[in-house]
Antibody, heavy 114, light 112 residues
């Protein structure tokens, strides 16, 4: 059974860096074809894709946010980490991680406020 | 970027009646392997999205057979043959043919 869970701080201040962790089980990120997406959803708004990490360590970013995002893996811990720099109130959203095959984790709400 | 549009954006349906949602893409979603990279998700109130249909017409595990998907290229449809109370939520399509991965704006389904 594939499960994922996003975790991180509930509140960050403007200009700070956000670090989110996706902890997963039920699959290996070393398996060809595997990949983990980060996706966010501002309150009441549409979903926005942020980044994707493939099994071969190929990384893709949303061009509109690329300069602020870094996606990495911790294979030993079955985790994928996303960092987003220079946070702004417009980045307030529920952040999700997702397996490429369609499994979504429980999201984590991040509020950006001073 | 590939833009996905959905219609209608909201739907009010009587229990037991059918419902249909359209998703149109600004570009063909046919992969070089011949498959269309278009999935359908349902986000129930207060929950994470759940996969309903993958690669246009394949029901995900545990999804009732009243849900079906069809289409190819740029035009896709999600059909519910008989709406049940548990089907309430927001339905959205997602393309994964190329990055950035993009989503439709969502269609809110409510019971009349």
């Amino acid at each position: 059974q594939i499960t994922l869970r996003a975790s991180g701080p509930a509140l960050v201040k403007p200009t700070q860096t956000l670090t989110l962790t996706c902890t997963f089980s039920g699959f290996s990120l070393n398996t060809p074809g595997a990949g983990v997406n980060w996706i966010r959803q501002p309150p009441g708004k549409a979903l926005e894709w942020l980044a994707l990490l493939y099994w071969d360590d190929d990384k893709r970013y949303n061009p509109s946010l690329k300069s602020r995002l870094t996606i990495t893996r911790d294979t030993s811990e079955n985790q994928v980490v996303l960092t987003m720099t220079d946070m702004d109130p417009v980045d307030t959203a529920t952040y999700y991680c997702q397996h490429r095959a369609g499994y979504w984790g429980q999201g984590t709400l991040v509020t950006v406020s001073s | 970027d590939i833009v996905l549009t959905q219609s209608p954006l909201s739907l009010s349906v009587t229990l037991g009646e059918p419902a249909s949602i359209s998703c149109r893409s600004s570009q063909s979603l046919v992969h070089r392997n011949g498959y269309n990279s278009l999935d359908w998700y349902l986000q129930k109130p207060g929950q994470s999205p759940q996969l309903l249909i993958y690669l246009v017409s394949n029901r995900a595990s545990g999804v009732p057979d009243r849900f079906s998907g069809s289409g190819s290229g740029t035009d896709f449809t999600l059909t519910i043959t008989r709406v049940e109370a548990e089907d309430v939520g927001v339905y959205f399509c997602m393309q994964s043919l190329q990055t950035p991965i993009t989503f439709g704006p969502g269609t809110r389904l409510e019971i009349k």
